[in-house]
């Protein structure tokens, strides 16, 4: 499955379970705007370390993403 | 006979009950009272360690049972080791409490550096040629783990440690008494004192010895009163020996007994008295309740006079009472108590209608993106469902909240149900924090595992709280 695919599903998943309506998603998705909180992100986070084995922010110069395509973007270049 | 001061063990044990009646049965060996009265483990030493500051560092519990009753009274002090007290420890502990003798089971006692005295303690008695006479009020130093990776080392005597059971009253009779902590740790030591005092016996428990084997050894010698944290018990109601002993009286001590380990316990054992006490090593015994439901009544809240005082400041319970310790051995120590006497437990309890529980240490907490979470409260929320034996409620780091809630999980049956229903057993698990929890309490992540870790306390270990 790829990065994108991943995130896209932990998003679907997390929303339902707690519960949040998430807004349709797109690359330029303000992430604030996604329907999820911080923790609800928290969460798709700790998922996708679980699911990847990485988690890109816990680096110190770890920037955080702005749209979902960003966010994206980080696990994608993380994998590399 | 040896004659003794009038309070030290060794005299009041003796006028508890008929000595040859009564023993303290170890894993590997046994000893009657009665023999202790012409008989010494330590060799028929015990004028060499008149007034000396004693490290009892025995590997056998028995070994060290019987170097108690035979010094206090005669040593200055007893410093009580720990079996897990690490090698790395053992200079700051002879130099904080400043021993000058070392009592120890061990075939060939290494010299420890700068402790003159080595008397070996033995199960099998020489003669005992010494008085059992001492002007002493002995100090006994219990090792408690400090924040700092320094045990701390707590002061008590005889008088302190058995305040609360000289008021215990019916609790307190004769019986075969028996416990899953090591005496050599406050939980344990209330046990064994309990024994002696209230003229019983005493079945000690042996690290190197499975639950199930001494279950079945505290069943054959007829174990009346036993007691043990809640993870004792519940690693206990995990093995089939649990029904091999027919207590009268079960005792929980060390962590929070919730709704549902008093519960499954009751159904265990329908006949015992089944009682929840709050104790620490520095605050002393504190409480028992008795009526089966977790927490304990508000009404033991600010009562005044008696033996213990309780009061709830900034949340957590300190305790004013003469069972308290009476100080941290060494030098610039922190204060036991403030300055009315309190001990602050870092326990900290909620009310809820007209009973207190008690929701975590204060030092516990979990920080989800700055909502506090107490371990234990969500620990009883998943033991309550039926499937669930214990479990475990850690942080786990996370970049978004800085924390985030996991649980480990121990079903009934220990493995995996093997009817395929656990990601079923998951699923409600979750259910049921959700209803019961707010949002940042229910764990993101659920693992079962087959066993969780027990520290030597008896205690569930919360390394990364």
Known sequence: MSVKVEIVTQFEE??????????????????????????????????????LGIDPFTADDAEFPVTLGDFIRVYEDARR | MP??????LWTSLSAAGRLPDRALWGAEA???????????SLAGRLDELRGRSVLIATTDQLTAALALIELDGVARRLVLCPPDLPVDDLPFVVATAEIDALVSDRP????????????????????????????????????????SGRPKMVVHQLVSLAGAIRSAGPLSRAGAWSTFYDIRRYGGLQIFLRALLGGGSMVLSSARESTSDFLTRAGAHGVTHISGTPSHWRRALMSPSARRIAPQYVRLSGEIADQSILDHLRACYPGAGIAHAFASTEAGVAFDVGDGLAGFPASLIDRRGGDVEMKIEEGSLRIRSTRTAARYLGDHQPALADRDGFVDTGDVVERRGDRYHFVGRRGGIINVGG???????VE?????????????????????????VVADVVLNGGGEPADGRVAEIEREILRRCREALPRHKVPTVLNVVSVLPMAESGKLVRRDA
């Open chain 1, 14 to 51: 997390v929303a339902k379970q707690q519960e949040k309506t998430l807004a349709p998603l797109s690359d330029e998705l303000v992430l604030l705007d996604s329907g999820l909180d911080s923790l609800c992100l928290a969460i798709v986070v700790a998922r996708l370390e679980d699911k």
């Open chain 2, 3 to 8: 004659a003794a001061d009038e309070g030290a």
């Open chain 2, 30 to 40: 046994s000893v009657t009272l009665g023999d202790l009265v012409h008989g010494s």
């Open chain 2, 108 to 147: 060939a006692p290494a010299a420890l550096p700068g402790v003159p005295l080595a008397v070996p303690c033995r199960a099998s008695l020489a003669p005992a040629t010494c008085e059992r006479t001492g002007r002493h009020p002995t100090e006994w130093i219990l090792l408690t783990s400090g924040t």
């Open chain 2, 371 to 377: 909502l506090k979470v107490h371990p234990e409260e």
């Open chain 2, 380 to 404: 009883a929320v998943i033991n309550g469902h039926p499937h669930v034996r214990m479990s475990r409620v850690r942080t786990r780091k996370n970049p978004i909240t800085g924390a985030l």
